[in-house]
């Protein structure tokens, strides 16, 4: 019994470990992109339309968004017709033609994301949970989904920072559905058949917040998270809520 019991203990406490190197992980990336200015980031600021009562029975102003996810940053447009100027490189995937967005405060935010790459297999099976939207779904190409396979996503579109005093915590997580042939990785070729993916979320107060993307799509440092997984503007950006 004392055995079994020992065994019980050692178990929870490596599960608390696992957390809390988890939470820790969460809390360096969103220490490091805080500390990036992104002066240079091409900014998108939401249009505002309307209002929309959202499930708690609130009414919001309806704010919207769109963007895109491309298997070459030129494609992207998030780095002019040079994609190797400034340390950029090519054959990287990119977010774009936007990688800074600005949001009004307690607001009911709507994004339309038009994705092109292809995909393999997420580190973490956890980011393949729509995470932190209005009902807890994304849209598809018309059809509401709380998730993808594993194996099914291109890359993560996901929004987090660390909440203090003087901020209201913010997390999003979207997990993108990649394409059937893998994407293009020749600038100017034809784009492959890409989805659609709509998602809401309702914004708190004033803050400064930054989005990563959680699938390893860098090169093979850091259990694929290096290479373009670090580089500003391409899987990471910024997103400032006013």
């Known amino acids: 019994m004392a055995s079994t019991t020992a065994s019980k203990s ?9 957390i809390a190197l988890g939470i820790a992980v969460v809390a360096g990336v969103g220490v490091e992109l ?3 200015s992104y002066l240079n980031a091409p900014t998108e600021t939401a249009t505002i339309n309307g209002t929309i ?43 774009g033609p936007f990688t800074h967005f600005v949001l009004p405060a307690h607001a009911y935010v709507t994004v339309t994301m ?3 790459d292809g995909g393999e297999k997420l580190n ?5 949970n ?3 939207t209005v009902g807890g779904t994304m849209n598809v190409d018309g059809k509401d989904v709380a998730s993808l396979a594993p194996d ?3 890359h993560t579109f996901t929004i987090h920072g660390l909440p203090t005093e003087t901020q209201d915590p913010l997390f999003v997580n979207i997990p993108m559905p990649k394409t059937g042939d893998g994407g293009q990785d020749q600038a100017g070729s034809p784009l492959p058949k890409g989805h659609v993916v709509t998602f809401s979320f309702i914004t708190g107060g004033k803050g400064n917040y930054v989005w990563n993307c959680e699938y390893p799509c860098g090169d093979t440092t850091y259990q694929g998270f290096g290479a373009v997984m670090g580089s500003q503007g391409y899987m990471s950006g910024k997103v400032t809520v006013l």
């Open 10 to 18: 050692k178990t929870a406490l490596g599960a608390v470990v696992a």
């Open 152 to 154: 099914g996503v291109q």
């Open 53 to 95: 009562t959202a499930p708690d029975g609130k009414s919001y102003p309806h704010a919207f968004i769109t963007d895109g996810l491309y298997a070459d940053p030129i494609d992207s447009k998030a780095h002019g017709a040079c994609a190797t100027c400034d340390g950029g490189h090519p054959t990287w995937p990119s977010y």
């Open 124 to 128: 973490s099976p956890y980011f393949a």
């Open 130 to 132: 729509v995470v932190g």
């Open 34 to 36: 805080h500390a990036h």
């Open 114 to 116: 038009h994705v092109y």
